[in-house]
């Protein structure tokens, strides 16, 4: 199998602080990978290593080219498209205009990504400031998406929305698997949604990779153990 992203035992370190200490993880074309583990063992930081957005010196590749150095926009224009915690999105722009915003060429344009959330193109002329939680979230996604990465990173895009957005969000996913091909590599704490979507999954502890496998595979103890479900 072709890997597209491949992640070799990298370390992370908040200036003097070490967070990261050996992860490796691979995603392949095509595929949905999960990236579990509780609070505090290094999901996050291993999303920012990947989008460059902590300085990570090796051990990354994307498409076959080391991508560990690069600055952000580099990696991004590359084809890695974050969703990153907290969705950021321009407040004082509408959503057509943050939409648009981030463009580049592809099969994705606003028509497709209003498509994939019709509320977005109900509110294609509203701010984003004025937007819910999970318009905002929805947005967020669009905004990777107008990318067209080949990779999508999802930093917990579910947290913190009313179960029936979460459930919309969910679909959306789901469907983004099914019908564009994008791989997509996904934080999120919800088991049974990421085993709905997910191919495989990857669980760390302490900064490090403790479990590697088919989600179908995951059984309860090993959730227990390390995720505490
Ligand atoms: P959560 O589910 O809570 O978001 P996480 O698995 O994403 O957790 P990280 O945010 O990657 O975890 O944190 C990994 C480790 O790095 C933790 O020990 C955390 O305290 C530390 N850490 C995270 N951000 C910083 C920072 N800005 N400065 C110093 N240490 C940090």
Redesign the pocket.
Same mark, same amino acid.
């Given at each position: 199998m072709t890997m597209l992203l491949s992640l070799e035992k990298i370390e992370a370190f908040?200036?003097p602080?070490q967070?990261l200490f050996g992860v490796s993880l691979d995603v392949a074309e095509g595929e949905v990978v999960a990236l579990m583990?509780?609070?505090?063992?290094?999901?996050?930081?291993?999303?920012?290593s990947i989008c460059g957005l902590l300085p990570a010196s090796r051990g990354i590749s994307f498409a076959g080219e080391p991508i560990a150095g690069l600055p952000s926009y580099r990696i991004a224009r590359k084809g890695i498209g974050l969703v990153p =915690?907290g969705r950021r999105c321009f407040a004082s722009l509408t959503v057509e205009e943050n939409l648009k915003a981030a463009a580049r060429k592809g099969l994705w344009d606003f028509a497709r990504v209003a498509d994939l959330f019709p509320r977005l193109a109900e509110r294609r002329q509203q701010k984003a400031v004025s937007l819910s939680g999970g318009e905002q979230q929805m947005l967020a996604i669009g905004r990777a998406l107008m990318t067209n990465p080949r990779l999508l990173v999802l930093? =917990?895009a579910t947290e913190g929305l009313a179960p029936v957005v979460r459930q919309e969000i969910w679909q959306a996913i789901d469907s983004l698997k099914r019908q564009s091909g994008v791989s997509i590599l996904i934080?999120d704490?919800s088991l049974k949604e990421l085993g709905q979507v997910a191919d495989r999954g990857v669980i760390?502890e302490r900064?490090e990779d403790v479990w590697t496998g088919r989600f179908s595979d995951l059984d309860a103890e090993t959730a227990d153990r390390f995720l505490g479900v």
């Open positions: 908040y200036g602080v967070a583990g509780r609070n505090g063992m290094g999901k996050t930081t291993t999303v920012k =915690e930093d =917990e934080v704490k760390l900064g």
